[in-house]
């Protein structure tokens, strides 16, 4: 959905040009250097190279990829049954699974830590992902603050540009600080509003999402330091999964 919103965007923009702009019109250099340098600082001022870096990346993954709980499921079922039949042989399983936080949530099951501290060093780490997660979304949410305001910037500039040609009468120079006013501003009002917020309501939501499976996850990895069955297990995460996403069966209440 969230490419077929960039493609419809695309369309959108291409329209708007199209109808509102001679060919090349819309392409104006020093309104693009305007936003696009004043955005570019802020970043760089406002968060670390590696935040910004990270935030890009993340979202990349939220394009690509959707949060899904199955084969952590499993694992957790698996380790369940193994440590009825050999603590050894659960703890050499748990080294395997790629899910970093079900591993070291199914190691301190093995390690036979408490659960109350389990739950409250797990339940730590879960918000502490989520902080980090927070950061990128919001460094999206600063950005398409930051660029109908540097769009303005653009604007003032030209203006100012084009009044101080106004009296040499070079009606070249005074068009193109008009177009760099006009298109100053189009430039931020299209970054902020289908780049930047966009992409950080997508990174939020996948946060959310992300946090809501972990936490489905964390349940069940209770009950696998409670010793509860397998089967039990493997259902609860079932009924679990269907309440956080109940099917439609065609009734209307």
């Known amino acids: ?14 329209y708007m040009v199209h109808e509102g702009a001679a060919s090349g019109a819309a392409i104006n250099v020093n309104g693009l250097i305007i936003v696009g340098g004043g955005v570019t600082v802020a970043a760089l001022m406002s968060f670390d190279v590696a935040d ?9 993954q939220s394009i690509r990829s959707r949060t899904t709980i199955d084969a952590d499921a499993m694992q957790i079922v698996e380790t369940a049954r193994l440590l009825r039949r050999s603590v050894q042989d659960a703890e050499i ?37 989520a902080e980090s997660e927070n950061v990128r979304a919001r460094l999206f949410r600063t950005l398409g603050a930051c660029a109908p305001a540097f769009g303005l910037l653009g604007t003032i ?7 101080g040609h106004l ?21 931020g009002l299209i970054m902020a509003f289908i780049v930047f ?8 939501q996948k946060t959310r999402d ?18 509860r069955s397998p089967g039990m297990i493997a259902e609860t995460l079932e009924v679990l999964v269907n309440h956080r996403h ?8």
């Open 1 to 14: 959905m969230y490419l077929l919103g960039i493609a419809s965007a695309v369309i959108l923009i291409w």
């Open 157 to 163: 500039v030209g203006m100012v540009g084009m009044l």
């Open 197 to 204: 917020k966009p992409a950080a309501i997508k990174l939020e």
């Open 210 to 227: 992300r946090v809501a499976a972990t936490n489905l996850l964390l349940e069940a990895i209770a009950l696998v330091r409670l010793g």
């Open 167 to 187: 009296a040499d009468g070079n009606l070249a120079k005074v068009g193109a600080g008009m177009a760099t006013a006009m298109l100053s501003t189009f430039y």
């Open 246 to 253: 109940p099917r439609d069966d065609g009734n209307v209440g």
């Open 93 to 129: 399983y748990v080294q395997t699974i790629p899910n970093l936080f079900v591993r070291l949530a199914l190691q301190m099951v093995v390690d036979g830590v408490p659960l109350e501290d389990l739950m409250n060093v797990l339940s730590w780490r879960i918000e502490k992902d």
């Open 52 to 60: 910004i870096r990270g935030a890009f990346v993340a979202l990349y």
